[in-house]
């Protein structure tokens, strides 16, 4: 299932803890909330972060996706030019313009409303020992938590929203 991963800065461990604390208070589990630190940081008594999620999989997939996107686009395109040169029928022409298609609402897609937030964001702040807490919640609860460490956490920075999925723990 993809969630929605909320990304908020902490000026330290305990601020970091009270927020974790009031988060389960209010029903999000302890396994969608992600704590990471730089080098010096403390992140213990916290949810720690996968080395999956510490290693932003999600930054590598997503890049990996686009560029497959572009390139079948543009195989896409080179095919549809050699097919125009070619004696054939003009309808042939709609195979490779159909997958253009296909490739351009996807990017299109992705693009449009797809939030894309990364840990390199992240680093400067980490690296003076703040806190990166990212939070993985259902899109329809995004607001709440938002409001909820806004008002009783005004310390917290938010980072952005980006995605999760849990079957591939990113």
Do not use: C
């Amino acid at each position: 299932m993809m969630k929605r991963r909320l990304y908020f800065l902490l000026p330290d461990t305990e601020h970091a803890k009270a927020v974790v604390s009031e988060l389960q208070a209010r029903g999000i589990e302890r396994d969608s909330m992600h704590a990471i630190a730089g080098r010096g940081g403390n992140v213990s008594g916290l949810p720690v972060a996968s080395q999956m999620q510490r290693n932003d999989l999600g930054a590598r997939i997503e890049h990996y996706l686009w560029g497959g996107n572009l390139a079948l686009f543009f195989l896409a395109l080179i095919a549809m030019v050699m097919l125009a040169l070619l004696p054939l029928p003009w309808w042939w022409l709609l195979l490779p313009a159909g997958i253009m298609l296909v490739t351009f609402l996807t990017g299109l897609e992705f693009v449009m409303h797809t939030p894309n937030v990364h840990l390199a964001e992240f680093q400067s702040a980490m690296q003076h020992r703040e806190i990166l807490l990212m939070i993985d919640v259902p899109a329809r609860q995004v607001a709440d938590v938002e409001e909820l460490v806004h008002r009783h956490h005004p310390e917290a920075i938010a980072g952005g929203v980006g995605w999760s999925v849990d079957a591939l723990q990113v």
